[in-house]
């Protein structure tokens, strides 16, 4: 079957919910405040224009793997919107430390590993963003037990197992300070060396057949 090819990275976040959240973008409004989230991520992209890139790249990667899972559409449209706001504790992080083209001291290494806590701490005021929790705090986890809180296998949720695998390949697919981009390819196999260490082993295949929209 021949796929269609799309646009990446994405162009820009009303592009995306249109082309991720067709129809439930209008449904679910209720559900999350769409504007509080809108909100925070112009704060991201003011801040640090590359996480926010990411961030909504890390959405439609997700978004299509929850579809590729067969999970059900408010679980899609709740992943996509986990992963737009997954890395946004990095609104709280130093510019200076997040574009350091050089290596990390252990400091700052502690630093960049608060993100998921800080993320946590901004949504604590809304109710509605309880549901996020998980992709937010978790998605640096590895199955191997090996991530920033050591959560192994089964512990992690499965919405934060496809954030994680979404945001690595995002990470490895765009340049970044310290590095270049690397070819699909690359990525890939990446992606494939470390199935069942870092990433969930289910999720792989999944995975590499939606990179094929790329
Ligand atoms: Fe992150």
Redesign the pocket.
Known sequence: MLVKKIDFPVQNLHDLMEEILPELAHQNTNKFNLKIITNLLKTLKIHHPGTYQHSLNVARLSAWLARELGLPQTEIFEIAIGALI??I??IKIASSILDKPSKLTDEEWQIIKK??KIGIHLLAEYNWAHNLYPMIAY??ERVDGNGYLRLTGEEIPLCAKIICIA?AFDAMYSTRPYRPKLTLTQCLHEIKKNSGTQFDQDLVEPFISITAKI
């Open positions: 997954h890395d504790g990095k993100h998921p998605h640096h945001d």
